[in-house]
């Protein structure tokens, strides 16, 4: 025995921070959004099927992060930053360009913060959900897909740029399907596929402490889309991406 790996300590967790977490996902993976009001304390008593004071308690705790606030006797999840706006102009391409560019800045900031920050059940949680099955709906996809970028962003430590990211990503979920020319079920469905591989290579990657390998995966990941994204804006759409080391004004 003194020669085999050593056993780990099991993780001990209360009921209050079981329903504090699970919360706290749904939160950051978009969810129930910034301004959202909480459910009261007896209905998610009784979807946990746990006792109010533990849900009391879990409350507690998300007040006490930053995460939810009390306004009168409702908790909502706390709001920082007015909504997004998008220019319009020309058929909303310019807005489309606006949008991905900002999500790669965000995206590749947070996951970066995220690979030196996040915590052994944050990484957890990402590969479980790029293990799941591929949903079968178009809707259910794009969710999932939401879910999976969210997750792992929730684990940069930064709330406010947490909360910014999660705005960007609720315009891409508003974008319509593609609608590029020869785009059709066979294609999305094919698109959805590879997007799920790639899921599991950046979850593999963050799970093992590989920043440089889990970026490089993202900018893979996001530049597809974009590639898309080029074909539908038309000229200036597939504009190269910024390179990351533009990237490094916060002393990463």
Not at 71 to 82: D, S
Not at 110 to 132: C, P
């Amino acid at each position: 025995m003194t020669d085999s790996k050593p056993f780990s300590p099991l993780e001990r967790r209360s009921v209050a921070e079981r329903v504090r977490d699970d919360v706290l996902a749904r939160i950051n993976a978009g969810e129930i959004p910034p301004g959202a009001r909480l459910p009261a304390e007896r209905t998610l008593a009784e979807q946990f099927s746990v006792a109010r004071t533990s849900v009391r308690e879990a409350i507690q705790s998300l007040i006490a992060i930053g995460a939810v606030e009390r306004r009168g006797n409702r908790c909502y999840v706390a709001e920082r930053l007015p909504d997004v706006a998008l220019p319009v102009s020309d058929h909303g391409r310019k807005a489309r360009r606006t949008l991905h560019e900002a999500r790669r800045v965000l995206e590749l900031t947070l996951f970066e913060l995220a690979g030196f920050r996040a915590t052994t059940q944050e990484r957890r949680a990402a590969v479980d959900l790029a293990r799941l099955p591929l949903p079968t709906t178009a809707e259910a996809i794009r969710t999932a897909d939401r879910r999976f970028h969210a997750t792992i962003a929730a684990g940069c430590g930064n709330p406010l740029l947490l909360e910014l990211y999660g705005r960007v990503l609720d315009k891409v979920c508003e974008e319509p399907p593609d609608d590029s020319p020869g785009g059709d079920h066979a294609a999305g469905a094919e698109a959805a596929i590879r997007a799920a591989h790639e899921h599991q290579i950046i979850a593999d990657c963050f799970v093992a402490g590989d920043v440089e390998g889990m970026l490089a995966a993202v900018e893979r990941h996001l530049g597809r889309v974009e590639g898309r994204l080029g074909r539908i804006t038309g000229p200036g759409g597939g504009r190269p991406p910024l390179s990351r080391a533009s990237l490094r004004v916060i002393g990463l």
